[in-house]
């Protein structure tokens, strides 16, 4: 019985059991020298359209672009459940969000205790290091060496957790800390002939996006062009699209987002918040450099507000610019710190046998649908970026179209160190994919499911199935309703055809598909009702908390 028969069979029952705490591992090999490091770079919502690789019409990434022109980009990389801790949790077990604990943002903490390839790499005599962004709620397990960011993080002049749980605060911008403290971390390893793994993870660019200072003004406000979606039609859609809170038009704080300073002049247009929480942290020359970019931006706005001359959706378009200013900006040194590392690694000749990954852990829309944030299974939030550097294995340039998982990386990590992949992590190893041979058997489907509902941004819970050309979505708990998009004629998946007689067959046969999956994965709907029914009750104790 191979892996992928095994999980169909033991699937729905592994999601009953409780989650082991011990695994085994092969003892490291004689030659555990030869095996490559690996370096692993995740951002957080990174969208893949803001990659001048991936064709971006908004920004240029060119640091970014050396990971695509000398290794492989994926053009169809997803995740199981787009919103940030529980994708963590799936990268670092293999295992989808019911399997490994982690569905939501706010319920409890990761489980450290439970398998993780970074803890089989380890036991495998991998040098193990993890920096920057954790945001599970529980510290590091499975590292040698950790320094991480508390919760969210912040931008400038950080704090960041110790080993020892004590917290240090940098000063300085977070992205450059998060590089400068990898590549300490790379020249000062005690044994340097032990291969090693490294997960450099970057707060950038999360909300509330705040670009460095040498980026302030990078991207001219009115020259970002506008998505085609900006201001979206969602009539034919389930009533979630237009009940979340997550538009410019409408969810865009004042301060917090928007940068203004002081009182809400224009509470028809802006949510009330609380201010910018960076500018509280900055230095004195810090603030003079913020302020001398936004104050007089903020101040023609204002002006042109109070002489009545911005109509709604110009109000919408200035937000929009403003955001892609702040956003694009924070990707901007994240890119440089890119550019930095791999400079490292070949002025330390360690370039040739190390693999290098770039990604984020979910996408995000940039305006598209007239929103921002992520969550829903539309394109913009289900696409992952994925970038495979792997000298000497991976042929330069290639661009490849199957679908892989942010599901299948522990399983591809483990593999190409030489380390057994646990039969109960339920990814598939693209190894293969990377040496230029797809697998017949390779997945022609992925599964999807979001459970973080009732919460911020209030998007309704659902789960679906997308293959290469459609995409059927339920959306579920205080409401049930399908929605099928066919991605070939609709791209922009705004014509929701499940209702047309003519995708009847289409809907019938995926409905079996989704069926199979769940079964193959331990999942249901029925399971899915009994997990709303136990967060509902984390819910409201959380809430009494607050």
């Known amino acids: 019985m191979n892996r992928r028969d095994f999980l169909k069979v033991s699937g729905a029952a592994a999601a009953m059991l409780p989650m082991a705490g011990c695994w085994s591992s092969k003892a490291a090999s004689a030659n555990v020298q030869n095996r490559p490091n690996i370096i692993f770079i995740m951002t957080d919502d990174h969208a893949s359209h803001a990659m001048s690789c991936y064709g971006s019409r908004i920004n240029q990434t060119p640091q970014i672009d050396r990971l695509a022109a000398e290794g492989m980009r994926f053009e169809n990389c997803f995740c199981t459940n787009s919103i940030c801790a529980p994708s963590r949790a799936v990268i670092l077990t293999g295992k989808y969000s019911h399997i490994n604990g982690k569905i939501d943002n706010s319920s409890k903490a990761f489980d450290g205790s439970q398998q993780t390839y970074p803890k089989l790499l380890q036991a495998a005599g991998y040098d193990t290091a993890m920096i920057g962004k954790w945001h599970l709620r529980s510290h590091p397990t499975g590292f040698d060496y950790w320094e991480v960011l508390p919760g969210q993080g912040s931008y400038y002049n950080p704090d960041f957790v110790q080993m020892d749980g004590s917290k240090?605060?940098?000063?300085?911008?977070?992205?450059?800390?998060?590089?400068?403290?990898?590549?300490?971390?790379?020249?000062?390893?005690?044994?340097?002939?032990?291969?090693?793994?490294?997960?450099?993870?970057?707060?950038?660019?999360?909300?509330?996006?705040?670009?460095?200072?040498?980026?302030?003004?990078?991207?001219?406000?009115?020259?970002?062009?506008?998505?085609?979606?900006?201001?979206?039609?969602?009539?034919?859609?389930?009533?979630?699209?237009?009940?979340?809170?997550?538009?410019?038009?409408?969810?865009?704080?004042?301060?917090?987002?928007?940068?203004?300073?002081?009182?809400?002049?224009?509470?028809?247009?802006?949510?009330k918040s609380w201010g910018h929480a960076e500018y509280k942290r900055m230095s004195p020359e810090q603030k003079r450099q913020w302020d001398a970019h936004y104050e007089p931006e903020n101040k023609a706005f204002i002006e042109e507000m109070n002489a009545g001359k911005l109509t709604e959706d110009d109000v919408v378009r200035w937000k929009y610019q403003r955001y892609m200013h702040d956003y694009l900006g924070s990707i901007a040194a994240v890119d440089e710190g890119v550019g930095r590392l791999l400079d490292y690694l070949d002025e330390s000749g360690l370039a040739d046998n190390t693999i290098v990954v770039y990604t984020s852990d979910q996408g995000f829309y940039l305006g598209d649908h007239g929103w921002y944030d992520k969550r829903f299974m539309y394109e913009d939030s289900l696409r992952m970026p994925l970038?495979?550097?792997?000298?000497?294995?991976?042929?330069?340039?290639?661009?490849?179209?199957?679908?892989?998982?942010?599901?299948?990386?522990?399983?591809?990590?483990?593999?190409?160190?030489?380390?057994?992949?646990?039969?109960?992590?339920?990814?598939?190893?693209?190894?293969?994919?990377?040496?230029?041979?797809?697998?017949?058997?390779?997945?022609?489907?992925?599964?999807?499911?979001?459970?973080?509902?009732?919460?911020?941004?209030?998007?309704?819970?659902?789960?679906?199935?997308?293959?290469?050309?459609?995409?059927?979505?339920?959306?579920?708990?205080?409401?049930?309703?399908?929605?099928?998009?066919?991605?070939?004629?609709?791209?922009?998946?705004?014509?929701?055809?499940?209702?047309?007689?003519?995708?009847?067959?289409?809907?019938?046969?995926?409905?079996?598909?989704?069926?199979?999956?769940?079964?193959?994965?331990?999942?249901?709907?029925?399971?899915?009702?009994?997990?709303?029914?136990?967060?509902?009750?984390?819910?409201?104790?959380?809430?009494?908390?607050?």
Request: some cysteine; aromatic content about 12%; glycine content about 4%.
């Open 168 to 271: 240090k605060r940098y000063e300085g911008y977070c992205t450059d800390l998060i590089t400068d403290f990898s590549i300490n971390w790379l020249e000062n390893r005690s044994d340097k002939n032990k291969p090693f793994l490294l997960i450099s993870q970057h707060k950038a660019p999360h909300r509330c996006w705040s670009p460095a200072p040498r980026h302030l003004g990078k991207y001219k406000h009115g020259t970002i062009p506008e998505p085609e979606t900006l201001f979206p039609d969602h009539s034919t859609r389930c009533p979630a699209s237009d009940e979340s809170e997550m538009s410019l038009r409408e969810h865009f704080s004042w301060g917090h987002d928007m940068k203004f300073k002081g009182k809400n002049l224009f509470p028809d247009s802006f949510r």
């Open 387 to 546: 970038l495979v550097r792997w000298p000497q294995q991976t042929k330069v340039g290639k661009v490849n179209d199957d679908i892989v998982l942010n599901l299948d990386f522990a399983e591809t990590f483990l593999d190409a160190a030489g380390v057994e992949v646990p039969a109960d992590m339920q990814g598939e190893s693209f190894k293969p994919i990377l040496k230029g041979k797809t697998p017949k058997d390779w997945r022609k489907s992925m599964y999807y499911h979001y459970y973080e509902y009732p919460a911020v941004h209030q998007v309704k819970r659902h789960y679906g199935v997308r293959t290469d050309r459609y995409k059927l979505i339920r959306f579920y708990y205080d409401i049930d309703c399908w929605e099928l998009y066919d991605l070939k004629r609709d791209p922009e998946e705004l014509n929701n055809c499940y209702n047309d007689p003519k995708y009847a067959k289409i809907v019938k046969k995926l409905k079996t598909e989704l069926t199979r999956l769940q079964e193959q994965y331990g999942d249901s709907h029925e399971l899915a009702m009994e997990i709303v029914d136990v967060t509902a009750k984390q819910k409201k104790i959380w809430n009494r908390k607050k």
